[in-house]
């Protein structure tokens, strides 16, 4: 159990140090970057933050529903102007539709219809992130969220158990990473485990499992068995429906550890009953 927690919370803890470092900006900069924050959240927040200002009625919108029976089904599906997916072991559909249509159903009284949030990966690109070998000269050097909860003190040894990350991908065949790691695509998103165009995902496995004595880059904390999914594009943003799905991707690896290092606002009650069952069910 204490590998677990050393893994998550190191991970945690770099991820907030990047987070804050990465947010040092002046005044006018933090509020042109919370305009354009807020301009890109409005299609998945919409009955959060009325300072925005009503939508218009044909806004389109993706909303996670869950649903009783085929009929409310079948309501749902006739309602929708697109269906993202159809998880039908969960009575759950992933639609878009307009606001409009969106609040018809959410009253009806037949289903239970929740906006898909939008969820973004914490800022965490740090200079001893291993994502390019050209960066620094580094010569195994251990992240400082790893000495900092004092993980760097325990033989971690070996971990069989596959550990799972859930970020913006890998970039596998990178010299400081380990070469076993497996992974679980969605070609229907575009998400390839085994690329990271964006750089967060392959800095969490640092932290996690860079390889050590190999006289380069950074020490991770110790030799784990990985699996990559995909939760997030290249820009380091999803829906919660994308987190959602790669969570269970983690569960089917086989996974005991999941690392998550991304945030939203707020949570839908459907992410919340899988992360729940994920702990109490399946002992992750």
Request: hydrophobic share 35%; proline share 2%.
């Amino acid at each position: 159990m204490k590998l677990y927690s050393i893994l998550i919370l190191a991970s945690f803890v770099d991820c907030i140090n990047g987070y804050k470092s990465e947010r040092m900006q002046s005044s006018a900069d933090a509020e042109a970057t919370k305009k354009t924050n807020s301009a890109s959240f409005r299609g998945a927040r919409l009955d959060l933050d009325y300072e925005r200002g009503e939508p218009a009625e044909d806004d389109i919108m993706q909303v996670l529903v869950r649903y009783k029976d085929d009929d409310s089904k079948l309501n749902v599906l006739a309602a929708a102007s697109e269906v993202v997916e159809d998880v039908e072991d969960d009575n759950l559909v992933i639609v878009k539709m307009t606001q409009a249509s969106f609040e018809s159903i959410r009253y009806s009284g037949q289903v239970k219809a929740e906006i898909d949030n939008k969820v973004e990966a914490f800022e965490v690109i740090h200079e001893d992130a291993p994502i390019s070998i050209n960066q620094r000269n580094l010569v195994e050097e251990v992240p400082w969220g790893i000495e900092m909860i004092q993980a760097d003190q325990l033989n971690v040894g070996s971990f069989d158990v596959p550990v799972c990350i859930v970020d913006t991908g890998y970039a596998q065949g990178h010299p400081d990473l380990p070469t076993d790691t497996t992974g679980t695509s969605t070609p229907a998103r575009n998400f390839a485990w085994n690329e990271d165009l964006n750089g967060h995902g392959t800095h969490v496995a640092g932290i996690m499992a860079a390889v050590g004595g190999n006289g380069f880059g950074v020490t991770g904390v110790g030799n784990l068995k990985l699996h990559i999914t995909r939760g997030l594009d290249q820009y380091s943003s999803g829906y919660e429906s994308d987190v959602r799905r790669a969570v269970n991707q983690c569960v089917n690896a086989g996974a005991k550890v999941i690392s998550i290092s991304l945030g939203s606002s707020t949570m839908s009650d459907a992410a919340r009953e899988l992360y729940t069952k994920v702990v109490e069910e399946y002992g992750i």
